[in-house]
Nanobody
C-alpha cells in the first residue's frame, strides 16, 4: 500500500512562508490526484487545495486563494504546498491525501475528504503573532 510522508512544517512568524512537501513511497504517485488539508484541535478537517494527476488543474479553498500554491513533481513522487503571508489562524496540522479518481461530475467531491483514499500522518505548522 502506498504511503505518504509530509515534511516542511515548523514554527514561523506571521507574514512568513513555509513550503510543505509530501512524498509517496511508490511510483504510482502519478496515478493519484493530490490534496492538502489541515485540522486544528477541536475543528473539522479543512480542504485547502487539490491538484490533478498531471498537475494541469488546481482547486483552492477561498481561505487560501492567493496565499497558498499547490504543485507537484511526478518524477520525484512529491506534491508541494507553498504557503505565503501566513497568519496565526493558519496554525494547524497539515495533511496530504491521495485520490485515485481524477474527475468528478460534482464540484463538491473534489474538496470532500472522504473521496481521498490515502493520507499522510501530518506535519505541524505553527504561526506566531
Amino acid at each position: 500500500q502506498v504511503q505518504f510522508v509530509e515534511s516542511g512544517g515548523g514554527l514561523v512568524q506571521a507574514g512568513g512562508s513555509l513550503r510543505l512537501s509530501c512524498t509517496a513511497s511508490e511510483r504510482t504517485f502519478s496515478s493519484y490526484a493530490m490534496g492538502w488539508f489541515r485540522q486544528a484541535p477541536g475543528k473539522e478537517r479543512e480542504f485547502l487545495a487539490r491538484i490533478s494527476r498531471a498537475g494541469s488543474s488546481t482547486r483552492y479553498a477561498d481561505s487560501t486563494q492567493g496565499r497558498f500554491t499547490i504543485s507537484r513533481d511526478n518524477a520525484k513522487n512529491t506534491v508541494y504546498l507553498q504557503m505565503n503571508s501566513l497568519k496565526p489562524e493558519d496554525t494547524s496540522v497539515y495533511y496530504c491525501a491521495a485520490d485515485p479518481q481524477n474527475y468528478y461530475r460534482e464540484e463538491n467531491k473534489y474538496r470532500d475528504p472522504t473521496q481521498f483514499r490515502y493520507w499522510g500522518k501530518g506535519t505541524q505548522v505553527t504561526v506566531s503573532s
